[in-house]
């Protein structure tokens, strides 16, 4: 039951990158992706009984995951800042 959700997770969060053109919501689906993935992994451990191994990897998907978003947030701020607005279109217009 566990691995539908996963499953639907990781559609819902594919569908989010590929539909949209704002930056926010690009971080948000990668986010989406990032627990559709954690979430496998913990699964994975539990069907295998390697729960331990499992967590620990997990831990080290969290902490590369906040280095990413926060990296992340901060490029959209700049470009936020330096075009007043989020789309993906206008990030062409950026010169420098």
């Not at 690009?26 to 331990?52: C, D, M, N, R, V």
């Not at 998907?61 to 470009?79: K, R």
């Amino acid at each position: 039951m566990i691995y539908i959700f996963i499953v639907l997770l990781f559609i819902t969060g594919l569908y989010c990158l590929l539909a949209t053109f704002n930056l926010m919501r690009l971080l948000i689906a990668l986010e989406l992706l990032i627990k559709a993935a954690t979430l496998l992994l913990i699964y994975a451990g539990f069907t295998s009984q390697h729960l331990a191994l499992a967590q620990s990897m997990v831990i080290t998907l969290i902490v590369i995951e906040v280095v990413v978003m926060v990296v992340a947030a901060g490029i959209v701020l700049g470009i936020h800042n330096c075009t007043g607005k989020l789309n993906t279109k206008n990030i062409r217009e950026m010169k420098g």
